[in-house]
């Protein structure tokens, strides 16, 4: 069975739960995204933390997206009036009260209850886009029986051609706008942190994390009054319902042998937006545009791939120029600041996709958290507008930048 339906809790309860006054508190001190972070850091168990903190390998690829925001310096103009920033923007041609869409983020329900119906009813509150993973904990028609918003759904692709068309088909059924293909992992990335602390699928309980539970018995009691967390499009994908089981055969099936044929297909079954997310070489990103790709994410999934990819700012002047106004452009990976989303906006992107900055958020504090780092990024990039003189997100070019 389609989990269509929200599971509910042992008390009946089908909402994300509210985090502890201590929980707001600390997201409410946060300054920045760093001290979302931190509280992050302190609430969640280490091998929980890492996943979602950790890249691939070495972390080059991780650093190097957050390094490449330092490099660029931002040139101001100046005798502007700047007394009202308009930061109204326009994504994928809807308008949208700012410049960023809330990524797809699988394993939520490891970091918060319910973490993605939170992350969207924090998207839907600041009016962008908050794309649902494919291994998110709530169902795609659930979280559109919740969310008034603006919905996208990223799917993977399976071995099971008819599964993947399944899916796709639910997302046009429950009317998301936007469908995300995610070209970036037709295998999974070797990210050693997970091995490290032996967060691995199926879950096994070894000393190492049991010990590491124990010492956070919030996170473990929020979490599992909730229930183990679950994966809610894949429930009819093995006839499990141990979420371990699931998430392990669901990585297992990933389909390494996708390529531009598929692709064809998908464009062909999919009558809406189509965003093809994971690309940083401008050979593909032209071949995305000829394809009938609306929009091409650059990216390198946060770094947690392939160890060594370009930062993506530094991949995205030249997919822009390869695509020619094709398709729009969108970046994500190291957006910590409201600069950063300034600066890719500065070099091209028509707007931003935000990763880890909500989650942090999302683990300090539940959908309150995630709704402080929305906010946070919201206050920087309008002070960074009134300092630089812009007045509006349309008029963010590359004269901002010191050549
Ligand atoms: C914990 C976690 C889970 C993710 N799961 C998915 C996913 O299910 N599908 C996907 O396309 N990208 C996934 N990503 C990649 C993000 O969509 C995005 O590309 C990346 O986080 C951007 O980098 P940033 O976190 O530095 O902003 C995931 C990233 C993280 C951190």
């Not at 009036?81 to 990524?103: N, Q, Y």
């Not at 401008?282 to 370009?310: E, F, M, T, Y």
């Not at 950063?340 to 906006?345: G, H, I, S, T, Y």
Request: hydrophobic fraction near 40%; charge should be neutral.
């Amino acid at each position: 069975m389609t989990d269509t339906v929200a599971k509910p809790d042992s008390s009946g309860n089908t909402a994300p739960p509210s985090a502890f006054p201590w929980h707001r508190s600390r997201a409410s001190k946060a300054r920045n995204i760093a001290n979302l972070r931190e509280a992050a850091r302190k609430r969640l168990p280490r091998g929980i933390f890492d996943f979602i903190d950790g890249g691939a390998e070495d972390e080059v690829t991780l650093q190097a997206n957050s390094a490449a925001f330092g490099r660029h310096r931002l040139m101001p103009r100046v005798l502007v009036d700047v007394s009202k920033p308009d930061l109204r923007s326009t994504i994928l041609g809807s308008g949208r009260g700012l410049p960023f869409a809330i990524g797809p983020t699988g394993g939520m329900g490891f970091v918060w209850p319910r973490g993605d119906l939170a992350l969207a009813r924090a998207a839907a509150d600041a009016d962008i886009p908050f794309a649902l993973s494919t291994t998110s904990s709530v169902s795609i028609e659930d979280l559109r029986e919740r969310i008034d918003g603006p919905l996208w759904f990223q799917s993977y692709i399976f071995r099971q051609c008819d599964f993947t068309e399944k899916l796709i088909r639910r997302a046009d059924a429950a009317d998301y706008e936007a469908l995300i293909i995610t070209v970036d992992l037709p295998v999974g990335g070797n990210r050693e942190r997970d091995y490290r602390n032996d967060f691995a699928v199926p879950f096994r309980l070894t000393g190492r994390n049991v010990l590491d539970f124990a010492l956070h018995p919030e996170w473990v009691y929020t979490t599992l009054r909730r229930g183990y967390p679950r994966f809610g499009n894949m429930e009819d994908f093995v006839p499990s319902h141990d979420s371990s089981t699931v998430a392990s055969t669901v990585g297992r099936n990933y389909d390494p042998s996708f390529s531009w044929d598929g692709l064809k297909r998908i464009r062909d079954l999919w009558p809406r937006k189509l965003v093809v997310k994971g690309v940083v070489h401008p050979g593909d990103a032209a071949a995305l545009a000829d394809l009938g790709a609306d929009a091409i994410v650059v990216s390198n999934h946060g770094g947690r791939q392939l160890d060594g990819a370009p930062a993506t700012l530094d991949a995205l002047a030249a997919v822009k120029a390869a695509v020619s106004g094709r398709a729009d452009v969108l970046l994500d990976g190291g957006v910590r600041r409201g600069s950063d989303v300034f600066k890719a906006l500065a070099l091209g992107a028509d707007a931003v996709m935000i990763g880890r900055a909500t989650l942090y958020g999302l683990a300090a504090a539940g959908q309150f958290g995630a709704e402080r780092a929305v906010s946070i990024l919201r206050q920087e990039l309008t002070r960074t507008m009134q300092l630089c003189g812009a007045t509006s997100i349309d008029s963010i070019d590359a004269q901002y930048l010191m050549p």
